[in-house]
């Protein structure tokens, strides 16, 4: 298959504000192509359940980063199909969390619609999980031993993360630190492996390959404070769930960490142990969003931002290279 080269994109980007996927659009092309049959079962109703919330939408962040980050990494053609099926892996990874993250949490809504959990049930739904997981560990055999043990070592992780989030649920006091641990595991574990498998398989030097893991934590982080500042912020059509949710069931998110350390009545409210509803939602609300707040936050998510573009900024110059700063920038840049 013919893959567009830097050289070919350089004169169409010339003018325009980069656009990362675009950078690499026959590769996640034939990502989405192959993610789809993957999604297809023996059962029909596991399929159903599968394209039902794969084929909603969703960024395909995950693919998208480790496609730059191999093509950034010199990676060539003859190898792509590997970092393709890396990020396809990943992809189904994320999508059966998202799928068992809605029977933890009872989520009724995602990507804008009804969740799987909401229109199918708890069996349906975890059973579709259990498949994703598979069907992504199926691609992960193809892989070198030490790839897919970092595979195994990131789902580790987000099922110890999702335990901690539920023991700091309704916290009244929840520690900053342990909120960076929460999002490492649940959030910033794939990408961090994303960073270290897309890297590898360019086949740099072990330096570079730690800068990539590194990055990939920094680019996960930072994705995950955004994304809770849009939960308190809004609106419900851009974000695809209902604004304050991660309020309501007592979610120790970003704002609520920082607001929770400096004001007792929002303390008081979360300890009540109870789904915060009416007029008490209202007021907590109120609270996180208070300008200083969300300054405090945005500050944070622009530091690992700078981070970030520090790590990249040891890779050899190239359009990949713009096009994950831009992919980074992108993050703290969508709409807060």
Do not use: W
Request: aromatic residues 6%; negative net charge; charged residues 25%.
């Amino acid at each position: 298959m013919k893959r567009a080269k830097a050289t070919e994109l350089s004169e169409s980007c010339a003018s325009d504000a980069i656009i990362p996927a675009r950078l690499v659009q026959d590769d996640l092309a034939t990502t989405e192509k192959r993610l789809g049959k993957l999604l297809d079962s023996n059962e029909s109703i596991i399929s159903e359940i599968c394209h039902y919330l794969v084929d909603a939408g969703g960024k395909r962040l995950r693919p998208t980063f480790m496609l730059l980050v191999y093509r950034a990494c010199g990676g060539t053609d003859e190898g792509v199909d590997f970092a393709i099926d890396a990020g396809i892996a990943l992809e189904l990874i994320h999508s059966a969390t998202l799928l068992h993250d809605d029977i933890v949490d009872g989520g009724m809504l995602r990507r804008g619609k009804p969740s799987a959990f909401a229109r199918y049930g708890f069996g349906p739904s975890l059973i579709a999980g259990d498949y994703l997981f598979c069907r992504a560990f199926e691609l992960c055999s193809r892989f070198k031993e030490h790839m897919i043990r970092t595979a195994a070592e990131a789902c580790i992780e987000l099922t110890e993360g999702e335990v901690m989030e539920g023991r700091m649920r309704h916290n009244a006091a929840p520690a900053y630190d342990d909120y960076i641990k929460v999002i490492t595991r649940k959030t910033a574990s794939l990408f961090r492996a994303g960073g270290k498998v897309a890297s590898d398989l360019a086949g740099v030097p072990p330096k570079t390959i730690e800068a990539m893991t590194r990055l990939g934590l920094t680019m996960g982080l930072a994705f995950q404070m955004v994304d809770d500042l849009l939960d308190v912020l809004g609106p419900e059509e851009k974000i695809g769930k209902p604004v304050g949710s991660d309020l309501r069931e007592g979610i120790p998110s970003l704002p609520v960490v920082l607001a929770a350390a400096k004001n007792p009545n929002l303390r008081q409210m979360i300890h009540s142990g109870t789904q915060m509803e009416g007029a008490a939602f209202d007021r907590a609300l109120a609270i996180l969003r208070d300008p200083a707040i969300i300054a405090e936050a945005r500050r944070l998510a622009s530091e690992q931002v700078a981070i970030a573009r520090g790590l990249i900024s040891s890779l050899k110059p190239s359009q990949y290279r713009d096009g994950l700063a831009a992919l980074i920038d992108d993050q703290i840049d969508r709409e807060v």
